[in-house]
């Protein structure tokens, strides 16, 4: 752990510890997704224990970044409008998270999505997810 690296500086990730490592590889364009080597499933979100087997033998793994909508809602915000989405990975997980790149009325459950990262209100670098072509 390197005390220059902005991310371990922000005060989510030190109250988080158990994401440190998805919050490093967001910085650089990674999605990792926590993976149990005793039950060989991978969860979200993270956490010290297996939500299956409760081994702490969790390791992380990247994700494909492939994905598609399982239920979204449009927030009409007046100066933040944005879709609210839970993504379903390829790896079986969900991720509630953001679509961007499209328009509301072009959103249907099942679209074909990918992962891109933003930057939060706080620096951090968040995995959001696009249209897939
Ligand atoms: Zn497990």
Redesign the pocket.
């Known amino acids: 752990m390197s005390t220059t690296d902005p991310t371990m500086q922000d005060p989510f990730v030190q109250a988080f510890p158990e994401t440190q490592a998805f919050w490093q590889a967001a910085a650089k364009g990674v999605l990792l997704l926590p993976y149990?080597?005793?039950?060989?499933?991978t969860?979200w979100h993270p956490r010290a224990?297996?939500?299956?087997?409760?081994?702490d033998?969790?390791d992380w793994r990247p994700a494909s970044g492939r994905g598609e909508v399982h239920t979204f809602s449009y927030i009409r915000h007046p100066t933040l409008p944005r879709v609210l989405a839970y993504v379903r990975l390829e790896e079986g997980v969900l991720l509630m998270s953001n679509v961007i790149d499209c328009e509301p009325q072009a959103i249907s459950i099942g679209l074909p999505l990918e992962v891109a990262f933003r930057p939060t209100d706080q620096g951090r670098m968040a995995p959001v997810f696009r249209p897939r072509h």
Not at 49 to 55: D, I, L, S
């Open positions: 149990c080597s005793a039950c060989d499933r969860h224990f297996c939500p299956f087997c409760h081994a033998a969790i």
